[in-house]
Structures are given as structure tokens and as C-alpha cells.
């Protein structure tokens, strides 16, 4: 699918914040509880491995299923930092990471990001726990709506505002459902995520895109950037 850029619900000033905040915590909650993002580790750690780094500096969206679902399946000596998106900066030093929330940048915003943490010298990681297949816009419009329906009364933290607004008033699924399938048209994939870098002065890194198996018959997307002085290239992988 060709990428478009459309602002999702959860991205608009009319939404209330507490239906984004009930939205945010379903999401998190159901992708911590299936272990959606253990896929994740292998890419960031071998990122983390390789510029022998120990520190993560995320960037936060606050749109769910971030960076507190990746902190439990990370090694312990691993310390992370998170910074809002609307305070950007490369003060820091560490591994830049977006999880599952690159998509929510425009490609002009999101080449000057990369640009910025390339100018630092610092690693990057983009992850994505969905992908741009066909399929996962027939399981978003199937199967995520009942499972909204099925889990919502034990997701944690428990509130009666979610049950209203699941049962009776059935905001929360259409929303989760309509944003789900924006997010999927919005993902930036390998090709797209290559194209990105060739416009980012970066000539001393190894920039890498692919998919990986999730390990449920899906696919993860990422991105990783990181410095090396010898063999420099850029590859891709389908």
C-alpha cells in the first residue's frame, strides 16, 4: 500500500483526552498481555550490542503500546529514558527509539528527526508491530473490534467509563477500530523507511530495513541506523 498521511482520532483536538486516555490504556494493556512486541528485542538489542550502548532514549507519542510494553522483556542493565515528541531534542546519548508511533510522523518531520540524531552520532530504532499487508487490514476490521468487545472488562486499570463507553455507548471499538486502520495506511514500510534515510546526510551509518516474523504468523517492520567506518551500506529486506 501507498503510505498517506491522515490524522487519525486520537491526533485531533475534538477528541476528549479521557477517551484518548481510555484508548491508550487498552492498547497497551492488550498488547502487553499477548506479548505483541517481543519481537521487538532482537532488533533493539542488537542495535544496543553493536554500538555497545546501554542506553534507550524513547520517544514518546503518549498513543499506547510503547515503550511500557517493551520495558519487561529488555535485559536490566538497560537504562531508559523517555522524552516527549513535542520536546524533541538529541541532548542525550543513547539509542533513539520510536516504537510503534514513527507512523504518526509526517515524512518531512520525521527525515529532520533523523537527521538530528544522525548529526549526534547516535543509533536508532524504528519498530512497528503492525505491517502494510492487506491482511492486517482484514484483521483490524474483524477481528480487533471483538476483541475489544471480549477483553474490555479486565483490562487494568479498571473503569467504569470504559464499560460505558464499549457497551452502551459504543465509542472505544469504533474508535480503536477507525484509528487502527488510519495507523496502517500511515506506516512507513522498509522501502519507504529507505527512502527516508537517502535523504539524511549520514554517510559513516549502516542504515537496515526489513520485516521480521512476529512469531504469530505476522510480520514487525523496523528500522536501524547506527554508525560503523568500514562496509558501510544500506540493505533491505522483504
Known amino acids: 500500500m501507498k503510505r498517506k498521511q491522515i490524522t487519525q482520532i486520537i491526533n485531533t483536538g475534538w477528541c476528549p483526552d479521557f477517551i484518548k486516555k481510555l484508548i491508550a490504556e487498552f492498547l497497551s494493556w492488550f498488547v502487553l498481555k499477548t506479548n ?32 511500557e510494553t517493551i520495558k519487561p522483556f529488555l535485559r536490566k542493565d538497560i537504562e531508559v529514558i523517555s522524552i516527549p515528541i513535542s520536546e524533541f531534542n538529541t541532548d542525550g546519548s543513547g539509542l533513539y527509539l520510536f516504537a510503534n508511533s514513527f507512523h504518526q510522523l509526517k515524512m518531512t518531520t520525521a527525515q529532520k528527526i533523523l537527521q538530528q540524531i544522525t548529526d549526534g552520532q547516535n543509533p536508532v530504532v524504528v519498530v512497528e508491530g503492525n505491517n502494510d499487508s492487506l491482511w492486517q487490514v482484514i484483521g483490524m476490521t474483524i477481528f480487533v473490534p471483538l476483541t475489544v468487545l471480549l477483553a474490555t472488562p479486565f483490562v487494568k486499570p479498571f473503569r467504569l467509563s470504559r464499560l460505558l463507553f464499549t457497551y452502551l455507548i459504543p465509542v472505544l471499538p469504533i474508535c480503536i477500530v477507525i484509528d487502527g486502520c488510519i495507523a496502517l495506511f500511515k506506516l512507513y514500510n522498509p522501502k519507504d523507511l529507505l527512502e527516508l534515510t537517502s535523504s ?39
Open 200 to 238: 539524511v546526510n549520514s554517510s559513516d551509518y549502516v542504515w537496515e530495513a526489513g520485516k521480521n516474523n512476529n512469531g504469530r504468523g505476522g510480520k514487525i517492520m523496523y528500522l536501524k541506523g547506527f554508525t560503523q567506518t568500514t562496509n558501510i551500506e544500506k540493505t533491505q529486506q522483504y
Open 36 to 67: 505483541a512486541t517481543r519481537p521487538f528485542i532482537p532488533v533493539i538489542e542488537e542495535v544496543l550490542d553493536k554500538t555497545h550502548t546501554k542506553r534507550i532514549i524513547n520517544i514518546e507519542f503518549h498513543i499506547g503500546a510503547g515503550i
